[in-house]
């Protein structure tokens, strides 16, 4: 899987939670920290991500993806939550991307 289907996954992962909440699917960037800037976004949700990543992948994907480190993670605190390219760059390291960069 290449880092751009990689990102597409994500993208569509992170939609599709908050379709399925109920929430308007809301404009994603690079620099967008799903846990603070999405309404109604919060750790159960990231988890859902996590488990649609890991069957779609066939990997193993934690819900610390979406933290810069598991002491934070442990805490769920959306004020230390990564930016989508900090999120893709540790996803791109548990399934083991290759090909082209995120930034694509």
């Known amino acids: 899987m290449t880092k ?3 990102k597409k996954l994500l993208l569509d992962s992170i939609m599709e ?3 399925l909440g109920g929430h308007a699917a809301s404009e ?3 620099s967008t920290r799903p846990l603070s800037d999405l309404e109604g976004f919060d750790s159960l949700n990231a988890t859902e991500v996590t488990v649609f990543l890991s069957e779609k992948t066939g990997c193993e994907v934690e819900v610390d993806i979406f933290y810069p480190s598991l002491e934070s993670c442990r805490q769920r605190d959306p004020e230390n939550a990564l930016t989508m390219d ?5 996803l791109n390291l548990v399934v083991g991307a290759q090909g082209e960069r995120s930034d694509g």
């Open 17 to 19: 939670i908050q379709s």
């Open 28 to 30: 994603i960037s690079d």
């Open 4 to 6: 751009r289907e990689l």
């Open 86 to 90: 900090e999120i893709l760059e540790k």
